[in-house]
């Protein structure tokens, strides 16, 4: 498959998809270039590299767009609370194990992310 068309494939990707893609492409590419990584930093680039489940975003933004409409139900309300705390401590965790990942390698968080492709995140 050339370049064009491993492109026009990623074009047809939905975002998540997407974001799944270049996740595993800079795995791919610190492979490359270590050859092998220690154990440590192969663990701290798979808990970096985990996204949120889609469907947990999928409803954690239609309740946000219900409570933007202000048709959300207390029940809904609650779940939405219990979701944006389950997202915040998963990037919590994420951010722990970059900085984590930038003590390993001896480096600033920013450089990290920049050398990594890592833009951040953002959920809502």
């Known amino acids: 498959m050339s370049l064009d068309e491993l492109i026009q494939a990623a074009n047809q990707l939905d975002s998540a998809e997407l974001d799944r893609l270049i996740k595993q492409v800079v795995i791919l590419r610190a492979h490359r270039k270590a050859n092998v990584l220690p154990l440590e930093e192969a663990e701290l680039l798979h808990k970096i590299n985990q996204g949120v489940d889609p469907e947990l975003r999928a409803q954690y933004q239609t309740l946000r767009a219900k409570l933007e409409a202000s048709t959300i139900s207390d029940t ?8 944006s705390n389950t997202i915040e401590q998963f990037g919590a965790q994420r951010l722990e194990a970059l900085a984590n990942l930038a003590q390993l390698r001896q480096v600033s968080l920013s450089e990290l992310m920049e050398t990594l492709g890592i833009q951040p995140v953002t959920y809502v």
């Open 76 to 83: 809904e309300y609650n779940t939405l609370i219990q979701l």
